[in-house]
């Protein structure tokens, strides 16, 4: 059995450390400081360790080693051992109208920040080899993942809950485990396909926490669209540029890992402004409307005979 991962204290810097770090140095190396966030099991000391390494990569004091192939340890990723983790359908869904609903509600989303956490920890220190601005690219979406967790649990703990309280979905990590090994796959799925459907879902979402008063949630779920069009941008990009290094078409190869690796299907509605803002082309948001006027015409009912 490997071992464990190793406590996040052992390897995040402290403000002593020395300043500027040489390239490849291992004691600063932050792609193993993300392997040991990613273990961390306690929520709150996790999205503390991804802010704080963030943090401290912008501030200079840690480096990377982009060639470093790391072990991967046993129980990635940490996680506590409530919420209680449950097949999708047996989640019920309330409604928002009640303080009750809108508690499962928020719990719902920030489970689904502290799988973000994950995802982008994981992006960070899993693929050796990538350019430099890989890996600050995914640690910066980790700390704002962490922000986002962060936001949610303080406006669940107004409502009288904290993370833990209600069951969760337990197929957040599926994708991640399912692309472990292909960073074009990883690339394709979690920000492209996954993240992209959160710009979606969060319009309605949004929609009926207004109507419901909660004007403080809603503007939760502005700033966490703000940075999700920022993580699907930045999937995006690095999706392009291993394509590009490859040679590959990036409409059919998208296609074809969707395939390969049983993404889940496109529902509309869908955000274009969100999506194109996030770098999603012509081509790709053209085919989102095909599928989006296949939708309204499956959902239509039968045109009455003559
Ligand atoms: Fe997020
Ligand atoms: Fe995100």
Same mark, same amino acid.
Request: hydrophobic share 45%; glycine share 6%; net charge negative.
């Given at each position: 059995?490997?071992?464990?991962?190793?406590?996040?204290?052992?390897?995040?810097?402290?403000?002593?450390?020395?300043?500027?770090?040489?390239?490849?140095?291992?004691?600063?190396?932050?792609?193993?400081?993300?392997?040991?966030?990613?273990?961390?099991?306690?929520?709150?000391?996790?999205?503390? #360790?991804?802010? &704080? @390494?963030?943090?401290?990569? /912008? =501030?200079? +004091?840690?480096?990377? %080693?982009?060639?470093?192939?790391?072990?991967?340890?046993?129980?990635?990723?940490?996680?506590?051992?409530?919420?209680?983790?449950?097949?999708?359908?047996?989640?019920?869904?309330?409604?928002?109208?009640?303080?009750?609903?809108?508690?499962?509600?928020?719990?719902?989303?920030?489970?689904?920040?502290?799988?973000?956490?994950?995802?982008?920890?994981?992006?960070?220190?899993?693929?050796?080899?990538?350019?430099?601005?890989?890996?600050?690219?995914?640690?910066?979406?980790?700390?704002?993942?962490?922000?986002?967790?962060?936001?949610?649990?303080?406006?669940?703990?107004?409502?009288?809950?904290?993370?833990?309280?209600?069951?969760?979905?337990?197929?957040?990590?599926?994708?991640?485990?399912?692309?472990?090994?292909?960073?074009? #796959?990883?690339? &394709? @799925?979690?920000?492209?396909? /996954? =993240?992209? +459907?959160?710009?979606? %879902?969060?319009?309605?979402?949004?929609?009926?926490?207004?109507?419901?008063?909660?004007?403080?949630?809603?503007?939760?779920?502005?700033?966490?669209?703000?940075?999700?069009?920022?993580?699907?941008?930045?999937?995006?990009?690095?999706?392009?540029?291993?394509?590009?290094?490859?040679?590959?078409?990036?409409?059919?190869?998208?296609?074809?890992?969707?395939?390969?690796?049983?993404?889940?299907?496109?529902?509309?509605?869908?955000?274009?402004?969100?999506?194109?803002?996030?770098?999603?082309?012509?081509?790709?948001?053209?085919?989102?409307?095909?599928?989006?006027?296949?939708?309204?015409?499956?959902?239509?009912?039968?045109?009455?005979?003559?």
């Amino acid at each position: 059995m490997m071992p464990a991962a190793s406590p996040v204290s052992s390897v995040l810097p402290d403000s002593s450390d020395s300043p500027v770090p040489k390239a490849g140095d291992r004691a600063h190396c932050m792609r193993t400081a993300a392997l040991a966030a990613l273990g961390e099991i306690d929520p709150p000391t996790k999205a503390a #360790a991804a802010r &704080a @390494l963030h943090s401290a990569v /912008l =501030e200079g +004091r840690m480096t990377w %080693a982009t060639d470093l192939e790391l072990d991967e340890p046993a129980g990635l990723p940490g996680r506590p051992a409530r919420p209680e983790l449950v097949e999708p359908r047996k989640l019920g869904r309330r409604s928002m109208q009640s303080p009750q609903g809108r508690a499962v509600l928020l719990h719902a989303l920030a489970h689904i920040e502290f799988n973000a956490i994950n995802l982008a920890l994981d992006a960070v220190w899993r693929f050796a080899g990538m350019p430099a601005a890989f890996y600050s690219d995914w640690l910066k979406v980790a700390a704002e993942e962490a922000y986002h967790f962060s936001l949610l649990s303080a406006r669940l703990a107004e409502y009288g809950h904290a993370y833990g309280d209600f069951p969760a979905h337990d197929g957040l990590w599926d994708m991640c485990e399912r692309t472990r090994d292909d960073v074009l #796959a990883r690339m &394709a @799925l979690v920000p492209r396909t /996954l =993240e992209a +459907r959160g710009l979606d %879902a969060s319009p309605p979402i949004r929609a009926r926490l207004l109507q419901a008063g909660d004007q403080a949630s809603a503007a939760i779920l502005d700033v966490i669209l703000r940075d999700e069009i920022g993580h699907v941008l930045i999937g995006n990009r690095w999706f392009r540029h291993l394509c590009d290094e490859d040679s590959l078409d990036p409409h059919e190869t998208y296609t074809r890992l969707a395939d390969q690796y049983h993404a889940p299907k496109l529902r509309g509605p869908f955000n274009f402004e969100a999506r194109r803002d996030a770098g999603f082309d012509d081509a790709e948001l053209a085919a989102l409307a095909a599928w989006a006027e296949l939708d309204v015409q499956k959902a239509a009912p039968p045109a009455a005979q003559d």
